[in-house]
């Protein structure tokens, strides 16, 4: 006889995969895009779990930025599609959600850094005390509370990349989605900004970031590596290297991508 500490409960199997299915954030099934006849993705699908820092990693020209924006709303699938928090995008709903930080700095010149933040603010519903507050937040994090009052136009291009990830943060979203966050900044700032992401992935934030540096792909949990439109391979970057048995990612990337070829 068999004892019933020893038999299984489907109900708790099914219980588990709810809750795996709850814990997806971003599900991209089958996604291809093209511009005119260029196909620029072809066939991805991935997922990414709540809480996840993940890496989209690859060459200039591999895709990343298209799917970035892709997840982001900011343009449409040609074939298959993007969930994100159970929304197929694009989805207002689901990018009120999402803090969304591209390469090109989407950033008003003659106005302050105060007043963009300020205007951003005003968009996600925020006022009065609490919108000033959380602007302070920000400009401290960012490293900009001395620059608040100068005009974006005579900023550096790391400052505006500093203040375009002020503003993604704004509305505390549930993903965020950093196309190459760290261009332009110098060694300093560039650890500051990884320390902030692993923050918000500790608050329950999910982090998706592009980036072409293998050095930094090695600090995300795990890593989608795309080259010509196409994922070679999903994995943390242990796996990555383990599976190509290589010492460092970069390694991984030129004998994953040639099996894959």
């Not at 991935?46 to 930025?65: C, D, M, N, Y």
């Not at 995008?89 to 930080?101: K, Q, T, W, Y």
């Amino acid at each position: 006889m068999i004892c019933g500490e020893d038999r299984a409960d489907p109900r708790d199997h099914q219980h588990h995969r709810r809750r795996a299915l709850l814990d997806i954030v971003v599900t991209v099934e089958g996604l291809g895009k093209s511009f005119g006849k260029v196909r620029v993705l072809s066939e991805l699908s991935l997922q990414i779990s709540r809480s996840e820092l993940f890496g989209l990693v690859g060459p200039s020209g591999a895709g990343k930025t298209t799917l970035a924006r892709i997840m982001a709303g900011m343009t449409g699938a040609t074939t298959g599609r993007v969930l994100v928090l159970g929304q197929e995008m694009p989805s207002l709903e689901a990018i009120n959600r999402i803090g969304f930080m591209s390469q090109a700095d989407a950033l008003y010149g003659d106005l302050t850094a105060w007043d963009n933040l300020q205007f951003f603010a005003s968009l996600y519903g925020l006022s009065g005390r609490a919108k000033t507050q959380r602007i302070t937040e920000l400009l401290d994090l960012v490293t900009l509370s001395s620059d608040a009052k100068k005009r974006v136009a005579a900023f550096s291009g790391g400052m505006k990349r500093r203040l375009s990830l002020a503003v993604a943060l704004l509305h505390r979203p549930e993903v965020l989605i950093l196309d190459e966050p760290t261009i332009g900044l110098d060694p300093l700032l560039r650890k500051s900004v990884w320390d902030e992401l692993r923050s918000l992935q500790g608050t329950g934030t999910t982090v998706v970031l592009t980036t072409h540096s293998m050095d930094e792909a090695d600090k995300c949990q795990r890593l989608g590596m795309i080259r010509h439109g196409r994922l070679l391979a999903v994995g943390s970057p242990a796996e990555l290297k383990a599976q190509a048995g290589t010492a460092t990612l970069e390694e991984a990337f030129v004998v994953l991508g040639g099996k894959s070829s």
